[in-house]
């Protein structure tokens, strides 16, 4: 029984360090063959990828660690860009901002309070949200691209710091960090990992399975929020539609960085290094000259490639666990 449990906590343990040996071994081979890989001005680039994706990753896995999912990512990334887009030139950023955040909040509270208190699946709820975000954002810019006035404060959001970070960058790396260290020293962490776990045996328990699931959602809809707002301003464009590519990039890095379609189980550290490996792809195969819809089918074929991976190793140890318990027991 001792050596089935602990080859899962291997499992599990080792599954944040395959993520960043990947990215290891994808950061090798791009230096190797294309020469302005290493440039500071790829660097650069490279950053501003990985910071947004980063934070929405992480959001996304605190979610799934409480084995649920958030589809209205697609729809909520975009709308921040918008609303923040729209309002800095006439209301300033601070109301932009705050806007925008107000809007992720209430739409993560909808997301966990209905999957929790209601108890609808949530892929139903975040469905929902989504298409309604998607919608909210055609009528309010009536299908039609929205730009800023004001570049000085797009090009302040995204000037170089020390050659490769920028104001965006360190303030998304800044979160997914802070989040990493949260559920590490928190009680919510732990309630976290229980609920997606069990969640009757956690209500059973006297955990609070509903609060869990709001702070979740919640938490997913913020970071979600800040890196489409922070995207608006550096890009000082927003336009209304789904980002379904942007969701399925930080699934597919939740899931290379050890999160379990079960929930229950994962590493936000694992999280960032399967957002590295994604936005080195990205960035190391754009430079290349690969197109953009080649791009995105290497990164279904990734998802893909982990999901039947996944699965059946999980299954197997489970396996393993049960006959060394029911071994155990007999004897």
């Known amino acids: 029984?001792?050596?089935?449990?602990?080859?899962?906590?291997?499992?599990?343990?080792?599954?944040?360090?395959?993520?960043?040996?990947?990215?290891?071994?994808?950061?090798?081979?791009?230096?190797?063959?294309?020469?302005?890989?290493?440039?500071?001005?790829?660097?650069?680039?490279?950053?501003?990828?990985?910071?947004?994706?980063?934070?929405?990753?992480?959001?996304?896995?605190?979610?799934?660690?409480?084995?649920?999912?958030?589809?209205?990512?697609?729809?909520?990334?975009?709308?921040?860009?918008?609303?923040?887009?729209?309002?800095?030139?006439?209301?300033?950023?601070?109301?932009?901002?705050?806007?925008?955040?107000?809007?992720?909040?209430?739409?993560?509270?909808?997301?966990?309070?209905?999957?929790?208190?209601?108890?609808?699946?949530?892929?139903?709820?975040?469905?929902?949200?989504?298409?309604?975000?998607?919608?909210?954002?055609?009528?309010?810019t009536s299908s039609e691209l929205v730009q800023m006035t004001n570049y000085k404060l797009s090009l302040r959001v995204t000037e170089p710091i020390f050659g490769i970070f920028s104001i965006m960058s360190f303030i998304q790396l800044g979160l997914a960090l802070l989040a990493v260290v949260y559920l590490k020293v928190s009680w919510r962490g732990r309630f976290l990992y229980a609920v997606g776990s069990d969640p009757n045996r956690a209500r059973a328990a006297g955990i609070p399975v509903t609060r869990t699931l709001i702070f979740a959602f919640v938490v997913a809809a913020l970071f979600t929020t800040v890196a489409g707002s922070l995207q608006g301003l550096s890009l000082a464009t927003g336009q209304a539609g789904p980002e379904e590519a942007f969701l399925l990039k930080a699934a597919t890095a939740a899931l290379i960085g050890g999160v379990a379609l079960t929930g229950g189980r994962g590493s936000l550290v694992g999280v960032l290094g399967g957002a590295l490996l994604i936005s080195l792809l990205t960035n190391g195969l754009g430079l290349a000259g690969v197109e953009s819809a080649i791009i995105q089918l290497v990164n279904g074929c990734v998802l893909i490639f982990v999901v039947l991976v996944d699965k059946p190793i999980d299954r197997l140890i489970g396996r393993r666990m049960k006959a060394e318990l029911a071994e155990g027991s007999s004897a």
């Open 1 to 140: 029984m001792r050596m089935s449990i602990s080859a899962s906590s291997l499992f599990w343990k080792a599954r944040p360090a395959l993520a960043w040996v990947l990215a290891l071994v994808a950061f090798v081979y791009f230096a190797a063959t294309n020469g302005d890989f290493l440039n500071t001005g790829n660097f650069y680039a490279l950053m501003q990828i990985y910071s947004t994706l980063a934070l929405v990753a992480v959001g996304l896995a605190i979610v799934m660690i409480a084995a649920e999912f958030d589809l209205s990512i697609a729809g909520v990334f975009p709308l921040a860009a918008l609303i923040t887009v729209k309002l800095v030139d006439s209301q300033g950023i601070v109301i932009a901002v705050l806007a925008t955040l107000a809007m992720g909040v209430i739409v993560g509270f909808v997301n966990g309070w209905m999957t929790g208190a209601l108890r609808i699946p949530s892929l139903a709820v975040t469905v929902a949200t989504m298409v309604l975000t998607v919608g909210i954002g055609y009528a309010v």
